[in-house]
């Protein structure tokens, strides 16, 4: 078993873009950490099969489940995982270390936000203990983080992390995004080069996505059935959006980061551990509300992302989940989903005689496109494929056509 993700759903206030599930009822903290621990404790939840009937669970719980393969990477992710107090981290690691074990935990990441990062928080994480910390900077400008309502300023962000560094925190990861309205290629340079300045071991970057059901697609609709063009909500056009993805591409390469995936680029030695088994088809366990699970072979699970729901139903004994099994054709769809966002590509070795022959069919054009490559097995994303990707990935998987 390769990770363990904790969802901790709390924020202080709410981000205009974001579509994770998220509660601003910070009043809940105490009892949401507790049904944590508890779902960690709670035995073997049954499972069901295609048809309805129960099974054996594939999700075993703690030793049992880690006997073989144990936790090597915990993550806490949000929300804001720095909105708990300290005695509700040290209650989650404490469970953590008592029911799966964390001899053989390699990276334990924390997401954090700058103005969350005092220098007691810095000490404090660095001793439960936290070796990676993923801060949400998203922009140096004050004037679209008032925009995204983030909770920080831009003078926070070097500041949080020298207080990390200060505390012995050796693995900084910080998130960018880019593609605001407005937003022009001078501006997005800068934020860039002020990211590097930072000189953080990973970095990950994404395009300003416009989500249904998020605060800033409900102003966007507003806008246009007022027929009111405000910028602030139109979104950016495709030639900026492009020419900004290869800006930074260029500019991290050439500072000697490896972009190993889509969105993320790392130094040499520094992926991210725990993300890396999502896109290797890797199990791992998801506890908290919304939390994902997958066994590795054939079927997910996901918690109700409705909090009082699952508070309810772990304080109950009886959790509230739903869950997929997946078939073969299911399954080959996620390895190409997953597989070709990274850099080492899909393994055909890893597919069914069947399955490959027809990935190489499907792949044919994109191979003549010069959008794939392939080699020693593995096909592989060109620079120029990465720019359409969806498209590619979407033309190589199988349908019920």
Not at 53 to 60: G, I
Not at 168 to 182: A, C, K, Q, R, W
Not at 232 to 253: A, K, W
Request: hydrophobic share 30%; proline share 4%; aromatic share 8%.
């Amino acid at each position: 078993m390769a990770g363990l993700y904790i969802h901790i759903p709390f924020c202080k206030s709410r981000c205009i873009y974001c579509g994770f599930y998220s509660t601003t009822r910070l009043e809940q903290r105490q009892r949401y950490v507790d049904a944590v621990c508890r779902e960690m404790s709670l035995p073997p939840a049954p499972s069901r099969s295609p048809s309805g009937s129960l099974q054996p669970s594939e999700r075993k719980k703690g030793k049992e489940q880690c006997e073989d393969e144990p936790i090597r990477t915990v993550y806490l992710g949000g929300g804001t995982p720095s909105q708990l107090t300290e005695e509700q981290l040290r209650q989650l690691f404490f469970y953590i270390n008592k029911v799966y074990g964390m001899e053989h935990v390699r990276e334990v990441t924390m997401e954090c936000n700058p103005d969350d990062v005092t220098e007691e928080f810095a000490e404090m994480v660095k001793s439960i203990p936290v070796n990676r910390i993923s801060m949400g900077v998203q922009t140096f400008s004050n004037e679209r983080l008032r925009f995204l309502r983030r909770r920080h300023s831009a003078e926070q962000i070097p500041l949080a992390v020298s207080r990390l560094r200060k505390a012995g925190i050796e693995n900084v990861s910080i998130d960018l995004m880019y593609g605001f309205p407005t937003e022009t290629l001078d501006d997005w340079h800068r934020d860039i080069d002020a990211a590097l300045a930072l000189d953080a071991e990973h970095l990950s970057a994404y395009c300003l996505m416009i989500e249904e059901g998020t605060p800033l697609y409900k102003l966007k609709i507003e806008n246009e059935k007022l027929k009111i063009k405000d910028p602030r909500y139109i979104p950016i056009d495709e030639e900026t959006e492009l020419q900004m993805y290869e800006d930074l591409i260029d500019r991290l390469t050439a500072a000697g980061y490896e972009h190993y995936e889509i969105s993320n680029f790392a130094k040499p030695g520094f992926r991210s551990q725990h993300n890396s088994s999502y896109w290797n088809q890797t199990p791992y366990i998801g506890l908290g509300a919304a939390a994902h699970s997958y066994n590795g072979r054939d079927c997910r699970r996901w918690n109700t992302d409705n909090l009082e729901q699952y508070i309810a139903g772990i304080e109950n004994g009886k959790p509230v989940y739903e869950e997929e099994h997946l078939d073969s054709d299911t399954h080959y769809n996620d390895m190409v989903m997953t597989a070709l966002r990274t850099c080492e590509g899909l393994c055909l070795s890893h597919l069914s005689a069947e399955q490959s022959a027809y990935c190489l069919q499907q792949a044919q054009r994109y191979l003549d496109a010069q959008l794939l490559t392939l080699h020693d097995h593995h096909l592989r994303l060109t620079r120029k494929g990465l720019f359409v990707s969806n498209m590619v990935m979407s033309d190589l998987m199988k349908t019920d056509d």
